[in-house]
């Protein structure tokens, strides 16, 4: 995880420059990946040969849906600047709680989330994120 604007808890800070972010690499490397806990958070993400990069960015310093809007407009990783990321964020699971969680299956990486509404985290949704846009399962 890494921060928008903040240095909270020793976390990378990205001074609000979301048009060259730092990322992740999720290859075939692995076969599973998880974030942490979204509690407003965007999980942002790009396909590349053989994988994805991804960044986990918690909204210190911003709101969390103007992040997301802000992302889905101008985000770009810092070796791809180019190219547009796709973000899974506040605009999708709303004021629930949410964790995505990253399979390496034959075809490809896909990436799944689930949400939950209580402090107990009980299972209120399940997402598919990736491939193709957020779809609530």
Not at 78 to 103: C, E, H, L, M, T
Not at 113 to 125: H, M, Y
Request: glycine share 14%; aromatic share 10%; charged share 15%.
């Amino acid at each position: 995880m890494v921060n928008y604007n903040s240095d909270k808890e020793g976390k990378v800070n990205l001074h609000a420059n979301i048009g060259a972010m730092d990322h992740y690499v999720v290859d075939g490397g692995a076969n599973y990946m998880t974030t942490g806990l979204l509690t407003g958070c965007c999980f942002v993400m790009l396909p590349v040969a053989g994988g994805f990069w991804c960044v986990h960015i918690r909204p210190e310093g911003i709101d969390a849906v103007t992040l997301q809007n802000d992302i889905e407009d101008h985000g770009h990783f810092a070796g791809a600047p180019g190219q547009a990321v796709s973000a899974f964020g506040r605009k999708d699971y709303g004021g629930a709680y949410a964790i995505v969680i990253g399979v390496n299956a034959p075809a490809g990486w896909k990436f799944y989330a689930q949400t939950s509404l209580d402090t107990f985290k009980t299972v209120a949704a399940a997402w598919r994120i990736q491939p193709g846009p957020p779809v609530r399962l």
